[in-house]
């Protein structure tokens, strides 16, 4: 059971906008820590994509954006392409916990 | 270009040992924390450890404090974890990874190794 919660599934055509979301609580999104974003690819180490909950690190598309309300996340993917096909995870600061750090179970993007 | 590359990884008996490395380059070693992270075979990451940049403060994950100890030596940029009472449960892909700043608890893994895997098995 991962401390931030998203959904294990979303799919979405070529060309549609798909939202992945991230719940947290008062200990960790809630209590104001950012949240951070990483793509995996099939068969690679995960990649930031989005940092301090909706700043893109250079050379990842404008097509992926991030926000942040409340005690949940969301990431965002316009103009879905085949290659977006991959797991993404939240990540961020848990106060409540010796773990520090916490990440969301991920999400499995497919692209039909 | 910032490279991390993990090594030191195998098959070891429960209750085993075994020390994992990463090399680190590219950029200036001691001036970020670094992380192990984990993911286990078909599951998702779990943060492991980390250690400021002058290796000051470190920190563990429940599931490892104890049996894990994470260090570094900034002369020659390189990580390591030490794994001893290893677990079934330890079995996972090891990624090194690389801080955004220098200081404990850190903020965002900017970059991350390919990773090594652990194998704990009788």
């Known amino acids: 059971q991962s401390v931030l919660t998203q959904p294990p599934s979303v799919s979405g055509a070529p060309g549609q906008r798909v939202t992945i979301s991230c719940t947290g609580s008062s200990s960790n999104i809630g209590a104001g820590y950012d949240v951070h974003w990483y793509q995996q690819l099939p068969g690679t180490a995960p990649k930031l994509l989005i940092y301090g909950n909706s700043n893109r690190p250079s050379g990842v598309p404008d097509r992926f954006s991030g926000s942040k309300s409340g005690t949940s996340a969301s990431l965002a993917i316009t103009g879905l392409q085949a290659e977006d096909e991959a797991d993404y995870y939240c990540q961020s600061y848990d106060s409540s916990l010796s773990g520090l750090k916490v990440f969301g179970g991920g999400t499995k993007l497919t692209v039909l | 270009e910032v490279q991390l590359v993990e090594s030191g990884g195998g098959v070891v008996q429960p209750g085993g040992s075994l020390r994992l490395s990463c090399a680190a380059s590219g950029f200036t070693f001691d001036d970020y924390a670094m992380h192990w992270v984990r993911q286990a075979p078909g599951k998702g990451l779990e943060w492991v450890s980390l250690?400021?940049?002058?290796?000051?403060?470190?920190y563990y994950a429940d599931s490892v404090k104890g049996r894990f100890t994470i260090s570094r030596d900034n002369s020659k940029n390189s990580l390591y974890l030490q794994m001893n009472s290893l677990r079934t449960e330890d079995t996972a892909l090891y990624y090194c990874?690389?801080?955004?700043?220098?200081?404990?608890?850190?903020?965002?893994?900017?970059?991350w190794g390919q990773g090594t895997l652990v194998t704990v098995s009788s």
């Open positions: 250690i400021s940049g002058d290796g000051g403060s470190t």
């Open positions: 990874a690389k801080d955004s700043t220098a200081m404990a608890p850190g903020y965002y893994f900017d970059y």
